[in-house]
T-cell receptor, first 113, second 115 residues
Framework: DQQVKQNSPSLSVQEGRISILNCDYT??????FLWYKKYPAEGPTFLIS?????DKNEDGRFTVFLNKSAKHLSLHIVPSQPGDSAVYFC????????????FGSGTRLLVRP | DVKVTQSSRYLVKRTGEKVFLECVQD?????MFWYRQDPGLGLRLIYF???????EKGDIPEGYSVSREKKERFSLILESASTNQTSMYLC??????????????FGDGTRLSIL
């Protein structure tokens, strides 16, 4: 049973517009969430994280929103650029098992020029 | 910048062989991890190590073992390779954060094919 779900396998967005990637989780003990970006033939690169004491975290063009009551997080990319085209994974962990990340299955983002 | 280096990008082995995948990190991180990535399944943890000679099983340890003799090096061993172990293998490391979560940093992966 997947504890972290990314229900959209792919997303296509026009350059300059907003990209919204979604992630749902089932384990209420998760309190730390991360987004990773992965280009083909490279390892995942850490993008941004958020702890459960916050509901929003920003880093430049990237913002992560956390809705604990809905067990939902999202990654917003504004404005989207062609170089953002990659697979995005969300991941979650529990405070007392901070080493153990549970990953979603990934969403492939294509930003069209 | 953290550098996690996996010894091979591509590897082809035969069923029944003993296979070694090597990983080295240069940031003195306490924690090291081995994952496999399969389409539609995301990344799944095989084993992790929080110190030299220490290891813990992840979610899918069957058919694998690990070795950590030095802090910077973490090896994944396929005792007797089988075709269902054909996959992308990713090594990661992170600093020990106590009760403070720390992101993991990944190598570029080894695509392993078992024939």
């Amino acid at each position: 049973d997947q504890q972290v779900k990314q229900n959209s396998p792919s997303l296509s967005v026009q350059e300059g517009r907003i990209s919204i990637l979604n992630c749902d989780y089932t384990n209420s003990m998760f309190d730390y969430f991360l987004w990773y970006k992965k280009y083909p033939a490279e390892g995942p690169t850490f993008l941004i994280s958020i702890s459960s004491i916050k509901d929003k975290n920003e880093d430049g063009r990237f913002t992560v929103f956390l809705n604990k009551s809905a067990k939902h997080l999202s990654l917003h990319i504004v404005p989207s650029q062609p170089g953002d085209s990659a697979v995005y994974f969300c991941a979650a962990s529990e405070m007392d098992s901070s080493y153990k990340l549970i990953f979603g299955s990934g969403t492939r983002l294509l930003v069209r020029p | 910048d953290v550098k996690v280096t996996q010894s091979s990008r591509y590897l082809v082995k035969r069923t029944g062989e003993k296979v070694f995948l090597e990983c080295v990190q240069d940031m003195d991180h306490e924690n090291m991890f081995w994952y496999r990535q399969d389409p539609g399944l995301g990344l799944r943890l095989i084993y992790f190590s929080y110190d030299v000679k220490m290891k813990e099983k992840g979610d899918i340890p069957e058919g694998y073992s690990v070795s950590r003799e030095k802090k910077e090096r973490f090896s994944l061993i396929l005792e007797s390779a089988s075709t269902n172990q054909t996959s992308m293998y990713l090594c990661a490391s992170s600093i020990f954060g106590g009760y403070s979560n720390q992101p993991q940093h990944f190598g570029d992966g080894t695509r392993l094919s078992i024939l």
